[in-house]
């Protein structure tokens, strides 16, 4: 069977919706010295990269922007095998910090689990907020988003591709039909 | 992602691939060891078996603390204390240890082989630890991390493996991991410890040792093992140290930025010089460290191999 491609958002749409979350994550949060981003390895490195730029503007200060790699920490390693590691590496101490975690897509929320013991392992912070540019739904976790850029309804077999500048794409979303 | 092994039995039926995405691994989980919190929940409910036929006192810790770190529950079985005593074979002993429902064994055994072996009828996952004068894979791993760790690179490296390479699993691992990850391999030592068969494994073999660490980048110390030696192959202990021994005399016709590598256990003023050990060039206790980190991610990398997983 033939896959279907389609693109759901485009570069201006996506650039709307990141300067939106951005505001939004600026509304939420007062003071810029309490908020650490941390994108999760791979998807969410990126959005967090173009997100803490666009805050580090809104604010007028630069805001630290981490990553954690959740394979460590996954409860499916049994079922899928080792993935490849990439860095969690996050500038500052989170202790204390609000922590913005940031992915591209939320689905099961079995990753946001995993990143959020992840950042337990590296301490204590104030609090986590989820930012997720699609929300695609079928959640198999109690885990709910505070910024979306997107909720899009989808099949459990389809795939949302999120591609951006950061990561050598082309600032768009699609979605993949098997 | 180029990992799909269940076990690691030896080096030499690694790809240079294979190597590096333990290395890859390795560097997450050498990260780990250096937060507050030093233990991550990747193996929780697994049940690791130090199997060491074969007295072991820095490898065996080193597995075990790297189950440990992963959360694996760890059971320690030696030779000493063990019904092998008995008179029970080791195939018995080991399908013992997995009607435990061991999920990982890690075998140490004076038998070349030995791992394979076992591996050919346990559902679980085999880690050589070393067997023999034949492999001792994760030593070879965490050798070549750290090379790469301090020099950035592999590939061109001059290393001279110095001292018993006969009887070395270690050096045969380790010829094995950097031949194929590119450095150039030189192997020197008492012509009855280091014959020329070696350069059929692609290495240099020179019986000076001012010729063999002249140009090297790493200098890789093996300890001169009396319990393997069947019979006298050198005059005396004294004779090898004015041969061969690392001194400052000879570190003085070395490159300046060379590195001094050592398995361990030393033996202080015979392979090595006592102050050599414990100065700038010598990354001996770095080692230790990463040795760690790979055996966490060897663990962690068989047990995500595992066949069950590689069926979906």
């Given at each position: ?7 759901v958002i485009g ?9 939106r979350?951005?505001h ?9 010295s309490?908020?650490v981003?941390?994108?999760?390895q791979?998807?969410g490195?990126?959005a967090?990269?173009?997100l ?6 809104i604010?007028?200060?630069?805001v ?8 460590m ?24 910090k609000?922590?913005?975690?940031i ?5 099961s ?7 959020m ?8 912070p ?19 988003p ?13 795939r949302?591709?999120?591609s ?7 600032d ?6 098997a | ?17 294979e190597i ?6 390795a560097?997450?989980?050498k990260?780990?060891?250096e ?43 030696s030779?000493?204390?063990?019904s092998?005593?008995?008179?029970e ?8 240890l ?6 990982i064994i ?8 030995a ?8 559902a ?8 023999g004068?034949?492999?001792?894979p ?9 090379i ?19 009887y ?9 991991a950097?031949t ?14 280091v ?20 140009e090297?980048?790493?200098i ?13 192959m ?5 004779e ?7 001194n400052k ?25 006592s ?7 010598s990354?001996i ?8 980190a790979?055996r ?17």
């Amino acid at each position: 069977m033939a896959s279907t491609f389609s693109i759901v958002i485009g570069p201006d749409a996506l650039s709307r919706i990141l300067t939106r979350m951005a505001h939004e994550i600026a509304e939420r949060n007062h003071d810029p010295s309490e908020v650490v981003l941390v994108g999760i390895q791979r998807g969410g490195v990126g959005a967090a990269d173009r997100l803490g730029g666009l805050l580090s503007q809104i604010w007028g200060v630069t805001v630290p922007t981490g990553t954690v790699d959740v394979g460590m920490h996954r409860d499916d390693l049994d079922q899928n095998g080792a993935r490849e590691m990439h860095p969690t590496a996050i500038p500052v101490d989170i202790n204390s910090k609000i922590v913005v975690l940031i992915d591209d897509v939320l689905f099961s929320g079995r990753t946001v689990r995993a990143a959020m013991d992840s950042l337990a392992d590296l301490g204590r912070p104030k609090c986590i907020q989820l930012a997720v540019l699609i929300d695609r739904g079928q959640r198999e976790l109690p885990i709910h988003p505070d910024f979306v850029g997107k909720t899009m309804k989808t099949a459990p077999d389809e795939r949302v591709r999120v591609s951006l500048k950061e990561d050598g794409g082309d600032d768009t979303v699609g979605l993949e039909k098997a | 992602m180029s990992w799909t092994r269940k076990h690691l039995l030896d080096i030499q039926s690694l790809s240079a691939a294979e190597i590096e995405t333990v290395l890859d691994t390795a560097r997450s989980f050498k990260a780990v060891g250096e937060r507050a919190i030093k233990k991550v929940p990747a193996l929780r409910g697994k049940t690791v078996v130090n199997l060491f036929i074969e007295p072991s006192t820095r490898t065996r810790i080193s597995f075990e603390l790297a189950a440990h770190r992963l959360s694996a529950d760890v059971i320690n079985f030696s030779a000493e204390a063990s019904s092998l005593r008995k008179g029970e074979t080791l195939k018995d002993t080991s399908r013992t240890l997995e009607a435990l429902n061991a999920d990982i064994i890690i075998v140490r055994h004076s038998a070349t082989g030995a791992p394979h072996f076992l591996s050919r009828f346990l559902a679980a996952s085999v880690i050589n630890a070393g067997d023999g004068a034949h492999e001792h894979p994760t030593q070879a791993l965490l050798d070549v991390f750290t090379i790469r760790e301090c020099k950035g690179k592999i590939a061109g490296l001059n290393v001279t493996i110095l001292g018993d390479i006969l009887y070395s699993r270690v050096a045969r691992s380790g010829i094995w991991a950097l031949t194929k990850l590119g450095a150039r391999v030189t192997l020197c030592g008492p012509s009855t410890l280091v014959p020329k068969v070696f350069e059929k494994l692609g290495c240099r073999v020179v019986h000076d040792v001012e010729e063999a660490v002249r140009e090297a980048d790493i200098i890789n110390l093996l300890r001169i093992q009396h319990e393997r030696q069947r019979r006298t192959m050198f005059p005396s202990i004294g004779e090898y140290t004015s041969l061969f021994g690392l001194n400052k005399a000879r570190m003085a016709k070395t490159r300046p930025d060379v590195l001094i590598m050592h398995p361990g256990p030393i033996n202080r003023g015979v392979e090595i010089d006592s102050s050599l050990a414990d100065g700038p060039q010598s990354v001996i206790l770095n080692q230790v460290t990463n040795g760690l980190a790979v055996r966490m991610a060897v663990l962690f990398l068989v047990n995500g191999g595992s066949e069950a997983s590689l069926a979906q």
